[in-house]
Every structure is written in C-alpha cells, then in structure tokens.
C-alpha cells in the first residue's frame, strides 16, 4: 500500500536506524544520533507501520530531517517494506 500524498513507499528499520524510501527512489537512513535518540525513532518506526504520519514527522522535527543521509546499500525494492 503506496502513500503516494507522502512520497514515502517504503522502509527498512533495525535496532539502531530506519531508512526510508521515497517515490523518486531516493532513500535516506536515519541513525540514532543527537538529532535522533532511541524514542523518536521508535515513533518512526511505529509511524512507518502504520503507513501514515511518517513525512509530516520528518517535517516537523527538522532537526531529524537534516540528519539522514542517502543510503545505497538497500538497492532492491523488496528489501523495502511497503509504507
């Protein structure tokens, strides 16, 4: 299920980050960091579960936002859960 309105189509989370795949195949990788602590990400994550919230999210916590970086290392859509 595509949230196409978000951009957002998918994601991939472990313990520590999640990255997330947007609809210009662009991905970006959020690490627990001083902009990201084990709290906000596990909002991510249960935001990204839900397929909903997660972009207006990143929006509202810039600081987040400005922390994720492109991820290469998940090339394959299947690696991807559906957002």
Same mark, same amino acid.
């Given at each position: 299920? @595509? =949230? #196409?309105?978000?951009?957002?189509?998918?994601?991939?989370?472990? *313990?520590?980050?999640?990255?997330? +795949?947007?609809? !210009?195949?662009?991905?970006?990788?959020?690490?627990? @960091? =001083? #902009?990201?602590?084990?709290?906000?990400?596990?909002?991510?994550? *249960?935001?990204?579960?839900?397929? +909903?919230?997660? !972009?207006?999210?990143?929006?509202?916590?810039?600081?987040?936002?400005?922390?994720?970086?492109?991820?290469?290392?998940?090339?394959?859509?299947?690696?991807?859960?559906?957002?």
């Amino acid at each position: 299920m @595509s =949230n #196409a309105k978000s951009g957002i189509v998918g994601y991939v989370h472990t *313990k520590t980050s999640i990255t997330i +795949k947007f609809s !210009n195949n662009d991905a970006y990788r959020y690490d627990l @960091s =001083n #902009a990201l602590d084990k709290d906000k990400l596990n909002e991510m994550v *249960k935001l990204a579960k839900q397929g +909903k919230g997660l !972009n207006s999210y990143l929006n509202k916590h810039s600081q987040i936002r400005k922390a994720g970086y492109i991820d290469t290392t998940l090339n394959r859509s299947s690696s991807y859960t559906p957002y």
